[in-house]
């Protein structure tokens, strides 16, 4: 599935819900979100027949996202159905690690490949500050439960805030390396400006070789992180709302003035 661009297109970031256990600075707004409703999520029904079509025309990775994915009802269950869909090859989880003790080892039995865990701070002060009430010890436990179980390599994501803190980066870089864990540097970006760069570490946020669409938790199928357009798997069809975000997936992401991290998923 090639787009305008020649990209081959063969990921797919799946935002499974827009709630979340934590409220980071960067992520939400201190006095809350106006979140959907329950009759607006899609089913699990739905997500596995979206990845169906998707792994039909040619989507070969699929990543669960939110808001936080282990607070979806189901998400074992889910991680089930995609894996007995021909096709996808891998399954994976960005996560902020504080319900991954309790799921760690039925999410391997289920088929999911690997997680990436956010992390931006190993100072239990530090994290409750920009989680606004997190507690490190649970997503360290997260961390054991994810190596134990074998979804691996485990990756961190750091967001590199604009007032960051040059000594922080350096404990969570030796943390890293203690536990051998995989370290990811994001620079904080901003979706209405169209402030972003490339991921330290991976390939976000590099245009050129950019291969993924997004599907949103209510059903909207998206080109770019950076793009106002969207497709209603419900409006168009689910085959005719890819070849759609396809089609309008542009060479280089712009800004994003509908969406907010915590419910496109980052």
């Given at each position: 599935m090639f787009d305008r661009y020649n990209r081959n297109i063969t990921y797919l970031r799946i935002s499974v819900t827009d709630r979340c256990n934590l409220r980071c600075i960067y992520c939400m707004p201190e006095g809350g979100i106006d979140l959907l409703k329950r009759d607006e999520l899609l089913s699990l029904e739905e997500i596995t027949d979206v990845v169906k079509v998707g792994a039909e025309l040619g989507i070969k990775k699929v990543r669960l996202t939110g808001g936080e994915p282990l607070v979806r009802k189901?998400?074992?269950?889910?991680?089930?159905?995609?894996?007995?869909?021909?096709?996808?090859?891998?399954?994976?989880?960005?996560?902020?690690?504080?319900?991954?003790?309790?799921?760690?080892?039925?999410?391997?039995?289920?088929?999911?490949?690997?997680?990436?865990?956010?992390?931006?701070?190993?100072?239990?002060?530090?994290?409750?500050?920009?989680?606004?009430?997190?507690?490190?010890?649970?997503?360290?436990?997260?961390?054991?439960?994810?190596?134990?179980?074998?979804?691996?390599?485990?990756?961190?994501?750091?967001?590199?805030?604009?007032?960051?803190?040059?000594?922080?980066?350096?404990?969570?870089?030796?943390?890293?390396?203690?536990?051998?864990?995989?370290?990811?540097?994001?620079?904080?970006?901003?979706?209405?400006?169209?402030?972003?760069?490339?991921?330290?570490?991976?390939?976000?946020?590099?245009?050129?070789?950019?291969?993924?669409?997004?599907?949103?938790?209510?059903?909207?199928?998206?080109?770019c992180l950076f793009s106002n357009k969207e497709f209603s798997i419900k409006e168009h069809g689910i085959k005719e709302a890819f070849l759609l975000a396809l089609n309008a997936k542009p060479k280089k992401g712009v800004l994003n003035s509908k969406s907010s991290f915590y419910n496109i998923g980052g």
């Amino acid at each position: 599935m090639f787009d305008r661009y020649n990209r081959n297109i063969t990921y797919l970031r799946i935002s499974v819900t827009d709630r979340c256990n934590l409220r980071c600075i960067y992520c939400m707004p201190e006095g809350g979100i106006d979140l959907l409703k329950r009759d607006e999520l899609l089913s699990l029904e739905e997500i596995t027949d979206v990845v169906k079509v998707g792994a039909e025309l040619g989507i070969k990775k699929v990543r669960l996202t939110g808001g936080e994915p282990l607070v979806r009802k189901g998400i074992v269950e889910l991680v089930e159905r995609m894996n007995r869909i021909e096709g996808i090859e891998e399954i994976t989880m960005t996560t902020n690690g504080v319900l991954l003790s309790r799921f760690a080892g039925e999410l391997k039995k289920a088929g999911l490949r690997r997680v990436n865990i956010s992390l931006d701070s190993v100072s239990p002060g530090q994290y409750k500050e920009i989680t606004r009430g997190g507690e490190l010890e649970d997503v360290f436990a997260g961390i054991q439960a994810a190596k134990k179980a074998g979804l691996t390599p485990v990756k961190l994501n750091m967001v590199k805030l604009s007032n960051g803190d040059n000594q922080q980066t350096e404990q969570i870089k030796k943390f890293a390396a203690e536990e051998g864990l995989q370290l990811r540097f994001i620079t904080q970006m901003d979706l209405r400006t169209g402030e972003f760069s490339q991921v330290e570490g991976g390939d976000g946020g590099n245009c050129v070789v950019c291969n993924r669409l997004r599907l949103t938790a209510n059903g909207m199928i998206k080109p770019c992180l950076f793009s106002n357009k969207e497709f209603s798997i419900k409006e168009h069809g689910i085959k005719e709302a890819f070849l759609l975000a396809l089609n309008a997936k542009p060479k280089k992401g712009v800004l994003n003035s509908k969406s907010s991290f915590y419910n496109i998923g980052g």
